[in-house]
């Protein structure tokens, strides 16, 4: 079973990033997906879950800016991040929402002028 997260970068306060996980083993492709951020010296947070048949849930600070997708046919989960703020920056991680495990290496979105 393996995570791998990209599509991370800098971009301007405003801007746009779509993150793609690829989550390989059938655990990960029926139970329901999330994406996680961690923050210098803060603790990992969910922010977006989804369900395998396409309900969704966010954070409130991430509301109405982020959309979670995923693809099960290509164990690809998708994360639409628009109207990025500076206090979006942080590692993104993909990962279950129960009992999360085998952490990929995360990818970095840093929003700055």
């Known amino acids: 079973v393996q995570l791998v997260e990209s599509g991370g970068g800098l971009v301007q306060p405003g801007g746009s990033l779509r993150l793609s996980c690829a989550a390989s083993?059938?655990?990960?492709?029926?139970?329901?997906m999330g994406w996680y951020r961690q923050a210098p010296g803060k603790q990992r947070e969910l922010v977006a879950t989804?369900?395998?048949?396409?309900?969704?849930n966010y954070v409130d600070s991430v509301k109405g800016r982020f959309t979670i997708s995923r693809d099960n046919a290509k164990d690809m989960v998708y994360l639409q991040m628009n109207n990025l703020k500076p206090e979006d920056t942080a590692v993104y991680y993909c990962n279950l929402v129960i009992s999360p495990r085998n952490w990929g290496q995360g990818t970095q979105v840093t929003v700055s002028s």
């Open positions: 083993g059938r655990i990960f492709s029926i139970n329901p």
């Open positions: 989804i369900i395998r048949g396409g309900s969704t």
